[in-house]
């Protein structure tokens, strides 16, 4: 059994700044890519960042220069540092991993359950 836990979600001024944090707990034998989706009322689930096992990322044009996703390996732990905030990031952001699990032959995508991000302006 693989979990993903998120945490770091609230609300927020414009212009302000958050931090996500999910980690996975489990039977864990290895992780590839790791990546925060969102999600707004009304809209299709998005990609909002993603990082491979070593470290390359990628990022949806509207957040490059102002998110930065990062992982600690050791920890299981996927980051979303989240800066220069617009009310229009307001959404549930959802954190995904691909993990291998023992005992099993092919990995698997798992989800985290979701935080809420709301900017006001």
């Known amino acids: 059994q693989v979990q993903l836990v998120e945490s770091g979600g609230g609300l927020v001024q414009a212009g302000g700044s958050l931090r996500l944090s999910c980690a996975a707990s489990?039977?864990?034998?290895?992780?590839?890519?790791m990546g925060w989706y969102r999600q707004a009322p009304g809209k299709q689930r998005e990609l909002v960042a993603a990082i491979s096992s070593g470290g390359r990322t990628n990022y949806a044009d509207s957040v490059k220069g102002r998110f930065t996703i990062s992982r600690d390996n050791a920890k299981n732990t996927v980051y979303l540092q989240m800066d220069s905030l617009k009310p229009e990031d307001t959404a549930v952001y959802y954190c995904?991993?691909?993990?291998?699990?023992?005992?099993?032959?092919?990995?698997?995508?798992?989800w985290g359950q979701g935080t809420q991000v709301t900017v006001s302006s």
């Open positions: 995904n991993a691909n993990i291998h699990s023992f005992g099993r032959i092919w990995p698997n995508d798992y």
């Open positions: 489990g039977s864990i034998a290895s992780i590839a890519a």
